[in-house]
Antibody
Framework: EVQLLESGGGLVQPGGSLRLSCVAS????????MVWVRQAPGKGLEWVSG??????YYVDSVKGRFTISRDSSKNIVYLQLNSLRAEDTAMYYC?????????WGQGTLVSVSS | EIVLTQSPGTLSLSPGERAALSCRAS???????LAWYQQKPGQAPRLLIY???SRATGIPDRFSGSGSGTDFTLTISRLEPEDFAVYYC?????????FGQGTKVEIK
């Protein structure tokens, strides 16, 4: 069974940093793009960042603050969150993508507050 | 950026009824790269439809997608109790990828 297990969320002050991790299992990790999607409390879905084999992508609101990377030897994708703002508060979902978002993890919660 | 507008915001129906959810794009979606997701409270979304009309693995055939260009529809032929949820469309033909704001299907 495909599994995506996120970790690394938590409560952080504005301006702080977090690193989210997503461990993937039971699918061909190398053949999928990996994407982070977030959902603010009570709100809709927002595509945040994606990584293919050789390219990275970001929504404008996180460019220069967030960095996505992947370690295909370990089947892990990371999202480094720097200079966090209150509006970054959300559940962050790791997804495996073939353009569309095929598999989803259960999410890790990031709360930015003083 | 392609803006996706879903309507209605909320759909109140009874089990057994047919549901039709609309997703309209601000510009044509390349190659009909349009997907639909279902999200239940406290759960992650799950993929229902990709390529505008292809059902994902394990999705019941009461779910169907149609449309092209800028107008897309998700149809649930006969609502089952487990289908009451929020539904999102997403385009993956342009950058950045974008989602609609969601349609909630609630029990009438």
């Amino acid at each position: 069974e495909v599994q995506l297990l996120e970790s690394g969320g938590g409560l952080v002050q504005p301006g702080g940093s977090l690193r989210l991790s997503c461990v993937a299992s039971d699918f061909s990790f190398r053949t999928y793009g990996m994407v982070w999607v977030r959902q603010a409390p009570g709100k809709g879905l927002e595509w945040v960042s994606g990584i293919s084999t050789d390219n990275t992508y970001y929504v404008d609101s996180v460019k220069g603050r967030f960095t996505i990377s992947r370690d295909s030897s370990k089947n892990i994708v990371y999202l480094q969150l720097n200079s966090l703002r209150a509006e970054d508060t959300a559940m962050y979902y790791c997804t495996a993508a073939r353009g569309y978002l095929d598999y989803w993890g259960q999410g890790t919660l990031v709360s930015v507050s003083s | 950026e392609i803006v996706l507008t879903q309507s209605p915001g909320t759909l109140s129906l009874s089990p057994g009824e047919r549901a039709a959810l609309s997703c309209r794009a601000s510009q044509s979606v390349n190659s009909n790269f349009l997907a639909w997701y279902q999200q239940k409270p406290g759960q992650a979304p799950r993929l229902l439809i990709y390529g505008a009309s292809s059902r994902a693995t394990g999705i019941p055939d009461r779910f169907s997608g149609s449309g092209s260009g800028t107008d897309f529809t998700l149809t649930i032929s006969r609502l089952e109790p487990e289908d009451f949820a929020v539904y999102y469309c997403q385009q993956y033909g342009g950058s950045p990828r974008t989602f609609g704001q969601g349609t909630k299907v609630e029990i009438k």
